[in-house]
């Protein structure tokens, strides 16, 4: 039961990480369509990052009354009719429109499911987890790409995304008995957690919950920046072509995935916060290549790759770190607020490189995210260490 379970948590993964990075890879061709600056990108974004941030904070309240199966169904739906109206859009005030419920279907998904596997799957399959996001953002710059290579729309890239996700509701549906069945069992393990439930106040001041919070704000405003805007950034700062640009800035998405799948294997042996040190440390690495003049575009492309490796294991180690900081009492509200945090940074950051882009140039993506990545190392050394409990639910997997 647990194992068909944890197969369709992955696949719901997938339908998160797909329009997470569709908009960078089509926005170069958008803002065209829709005549409206480059820099336009980051008030999306901040729409989107905001219903995230309000639906990661509701998901306690959400799942109490409706039940984990339902909140992901209604979740799911909600990103394709949205997706859908990203595909109907012909004027970026109707973006803007879709925006924000596409971010209350995604904040739902993510921040339900990444508790769940916590505390209830051992730790490579939070790693493992967070691959199967990396997989969708893989695949929806090639859906996008395949249709500017051959003369398309951008519209037609998100009309098959919307499909895809209508597809993922079908499946969900049919899964609702499943998800009771593990309900009703978990019922009986919930009574025999001996952490004592705080209240959000005083669970905000434990120590290292602020530095953990703040971490997620750093790691976001390093993904979702480099998401969005590398392609912008291979055509204006690089010189490569738009087909070509809109393509590869998938790589920062395969490298994430990489990264993952890395970790997944490695994380019970080496631990979270010694994981998290590497993936900075590759992560600001990164960000000097990136940094570097180049007359070819292999350069550009192997530090997006190699940056995406680095941030792999960051954030699934960080949400798996979680309990070990509160109890598994408290952990659902914590990474409610980790996840705020990290829409915050989403929100934010993505939006204020929107303005430098504007204002200054694009070529400094690569300091903002190394900026950043010290931020994170300054927070991850505030950070305990301790021992993740024990997840008994699904001692096989």
């Given at each position: 039961?647990?194992?068909?379970?944890?197969?369709?948590?992955?696949?719901?993964?997938?339908?998160?990480?797909?329009?997470?990075?569709?908009?960078?890879?089509?926005?170069?061709?958008?803002?065209?369509?829709?005549?409206?600056?480059?820099?336009?990108?980051?008030?999306?974004?901040?729409?989107?990052?905001?219903?995230?941030?309000?639906?990661?904070?509701?998901?306690?309240?959400?799942?109490?009354?409706?039940?984990?199966?339902?909140?992901?169904?209604?979740?799911?739906?909600?990103?394709?009719?949205?997706?859908?109206?990203?595909?109907?859009?012909?004027?970026?005030?109707?973006?803007?429109?879709?925006?924000?419920?596409?971010?209350?279907?995604?904040?739902?998904?993510?921040?339900?499911?990444?508790?769940?596997?916590?505390?209830?799957?051992?730790?490579?399959?939070?790693?493992?987890?967070?691959?199967?996001?990396?997989?969708?953002?893989?695949?929806?710059?090639?859906?996008?790409?395949?249709?500017?290579?051959?003369?398309?729309?951008?519209?037609?890239?998100?009309?098959?995304?919307?499909?895809?996700?209508?597809?993922?509701?079908?499946?969900?549906?049919?899964?609702?008995?499943?998800?009771?069945?593990?309900?009703?069992?978990?019922?009986?393990?919930?009574?025999?957690?001996?952490?004592?439930?705080?209240?959000?106040?005083?669970?905000?001041?434990?120590?290292?919950?602020?530095?953990?919070?703040?971490?997620?704000?750093?790691?976001?405003?390093?993904?979702?920046?480099?998401?969005?805007?590398?392609?912008?950034?291979?055509?204006?700062?690089?010189?490569?072509?738009?087909?070509?640009?809109?393509r590869c800035s998938m790589l920062f998405f395969i490298g994430i995935m990489s990264g993952r799948i890395i970790s997944g294997f490695i994380s019970?042996?080496?631990?979270?916060?010694?994981?998290?040190?590497?993936?900075?440390?590759?992560?600001?690495?990164?960000?000097?290549?990136?940094?570097?003049?180049?007359?070819?575009?292999?350069?550009?492309?192997?530090?997006?790759?190699?940056?995406?490796?680095?941030?792999?294991?960051?954030?699934?180690?960080?949400?798996?770190?979680?309990?070990?900081?509160?109890?598994?009492?408290?952990?659902?509200?914590?990474?409610?607020?980790?996840?705020?945090?990290?829409?915050?940074?989403?929100?934010?950051?993505?939006?204020?490189?929107?303005?430098?882009?504007?204002?200054?140039?694009?070529?400094?993506?690569?300091?903002?995210?190394?900026?950043?990545?010290?931020?994170?190392?300054?927070?991850?050394?505030?950070?305990?260490?301790?021992?993740?409990?024990?997840?008994?639910?699904?001692?096989?997997?």
């Amino acid at each position: 039961m647990y194992t068909l379970l944890l197969v369709i948590i992955y696949i719901a993964f997938v339908s998160l990480g797909l329009p997470d990075s569709v908009l960078g890879a089509a926005w170069p061709s958008m803002h065209q369509t829709l005549q409206v600056p480059e820099g336009y990108a980051g008030l999306i974004t901040l729409l989107i990052y905001t219903g995230t941030t309000i639906s990661s904070m509701a998901t306690g309240w959400l799942n109490q009354r409706l039940g984990t199966g339902k909140v992901i169904l209604f979740s799911v739906m909600l990103t394709a009719i949205t997706m859908y109206g990203f595909s109907i859009s012909d004027h970026f005030l109707q973006l803007c429109a879709w925006a924000l419920p596409y971010g209350l279907g995604g904040g739902c998904i993510d921040a339900t499911l990444n508790n769940y596997v916590v505390l209830h799957y051992k730790p490579r399959h939070t790693s493992f987890l967070h691959c199967f996001w990396g997989l969708g953002t893989i695949i929806s710059p090639l859906i996008m790409g395949a249709f500017l290579e051959r003369g398309g729309m951008w519209m037609q890239g998100y009309q098959v995304i919307a499909i895809f996700q209508m597809v993922l509701t079908g499946i969900l549906f049919l899964s609702l008995p499943l998800w009771k069945k593990t309900e009703e069992a978990e019922t009986v393990t919930e009574h025999e957690a001996e952490t004592e439930t705080l209240p959000f106040m005083a669970l905000f001041r434990t120590r290292g919950v602020k530095a953990s919070v703040a971490a997620f704000f750093c790691y976001t405003s390093i993904e979702t920046s480099i998401g969005l805007w590398a392609s912008s950034f291979l055509i204006d700062a690089r010189g490569i072509d738009i087909v070509t640009a809109t393509r590869c800035s998938m790589l920062f998405f395969i490298g994430i995935m990489s990264g993952r799948i890395i970790s997944g294997f490695i994380s019970e042996r080496f631990g979270d916060l010694p994981l998290i040190r590497w993936g900075i440390a590759l992560s600001a690495v990164s960000s000097v290549l990136l940094l570097l003049p180049s007359g070819s575009s292999l350069l550009p492309f192997s530090a997006l790759i190699l940056m995406g490796v680095g941030c792999g294991p960051i954030f699934p180690c960080m949400i798996h770190h979680s309990p070990c900081l509160v109890g598994t009492a408290n952990s659902q509200t914590l990474i409610g607020m980790q996840l705020a945090a990290a829409s915050a940074g989403s929100i934010l950051m993505p939006a204020l490189f929107g303005v430098i882009v504007q204002h200054l140039h694009i070529g400094f993506l690569p300091l903002y995210a190394l900026l950043f990545s010290f931020l994170l190392m300054v927070c991850l050394h505030r950070l305990p260490v301790c021992h993740t409990p024990n997840h008994q639910a699904s001692e096989s997997m």
